[in-house]
């Protein structure tokens, strides 16, 4: 998401690649242990909130990104914290943030419960969540025939950077504000073969997940369901795949269903769930022709 900048040193996914061989049990959106899902993530005004965020929407989207990787273990939300450091402390600034972090911890039954502040040159949020599940869907579990599905719709945060770009800062705190999908990923638990959120974009956690299970995806990119906001702000069809599919930041869950168990999340979940596909023994491809493994880099 967001705005690029040079780098020196190991890319994203090297340094991943590194901490999952150093760090037993590394790898997933979250860790658990005894039952307990635990979760990290670090945001920055530079990179992560454009101008015109409200400090309403980066606690929601702070700790919704947190509970969003509760959501992609299949497990039940139960409290968030965040460490808030600015420049300065500002008394309204302040208590929009703590109100949005709270108000996104309501939307799926948990509780925002306190964090941290300290000094520091830019806005900069790390939050952590904390969930419940006996039963972890992990991303390595994928067999070939089960089906490719993903929750809601694609390109929410790529609309929002346009709407912010375009000055309609409004609209643009309302698309950053998403939905976590605790509840999706409660049900999608009782039937997923392998999960993760799309933080890195539809086409990365594809070739994420691919690489964690061992096998390939054929996604129709037809069936890919875009968000309406999208269209508003896209130049063209070429564009369009471009922020359903690479931007990322959206937050919807990426599953793999065995084929007999979709009815039964469709008619379960309570946020829409779409097959885009299917798991295969090839690559990872989209209309026959291999899907570039790009998407959002922290």
Same mark, same amino acid.
């Given at each position: ?34 039952? $307990? ?118 390109? +929410? ?13 409004? +609209?643009?705190?309302? $698309? ?9 990923? @409660? ?5 997923a073969t392998a999960m993760m959120d799309s933080s ?5 956690? @594809? ?33 369009? +795949? ?10 919807? @869950? ?36 291999? $899907? ?7």
């Open positions: 998401m967001g705005v690029g900048r040079v780098r020196s040193g190991m890319d994203e996914s090297a340094a991943l690649a590194m901490l999952s061989a150093a760090v037993p049990g590394a790898g997933d959106d979250a860790a658990v242990v005894d039952g $307990l899902v635990l979760t990290t993530d670090m945001l920055h005004e530079r990179t992560d909130f454009p101008d015109g965020t409200t400090r309403y929407t980066a606690g929601w989207r702070a700790v919704g990104a947190s509970l969003s990787d509760v959501a992609a273990m299949g497990g039940a939300a139960v409290a968030a914290v965040a460490a808030y450091a600015a420049p300065t402390f500002e008394e309204t600034a302040l208590s929009a943030f703590v109100d949005g972090a709270s108000d996104v911890c309501e939307s799926v039954d948990a509780a925002y419960v306190g964090g941290d502040l300290d000094d520091h040159e830019e806005f900069t949020v790390a939050t952590t969540a904390l969930g419940r599940t006996d039963d972890p869907v992990r991303r390595d579990g994928a067999t070939p025939g089960d089906r490719v599905v993903v929750t809601g719709q694609l390109g +929410r945060s790529a609309a929002g950077l346009a709407a912010f770009a375009a000055g309609d800062v409004e +609209r643009g705190n309302d $698309l950053f504000r998403f939905p976590p999908r605790v509840g999706a990923g @409660l049900v999608l638990g009782e039937h890195d974009g539809l086409a990365r956690s @594809l070739h994420q997940l691919a690489t964690a299970s061992d096998c390939g995806v054929a996604v129709d990119g037809g069936a890919v369901p875009v968000h309406p906001a999208v269209d508003d702000y896209a130049d063209g069809p070429d564009e369009r +795949r471009e922020m359903a599919r690479h931007v990322g930041e959206d937050f919807e @869950l990426v599953a793999t269903v065995p084929a007999d168990a979709v009815g039964a999340v469709r008619s379960a979940s309570p946020t829409a769930v779409t097959v885009i596909g299917e798991v295969t023994e090839g690559s990872v491809t989209v209309d026959g022709e291999p $899907l570039p493994d790009r998407g959002y880099e922290h």
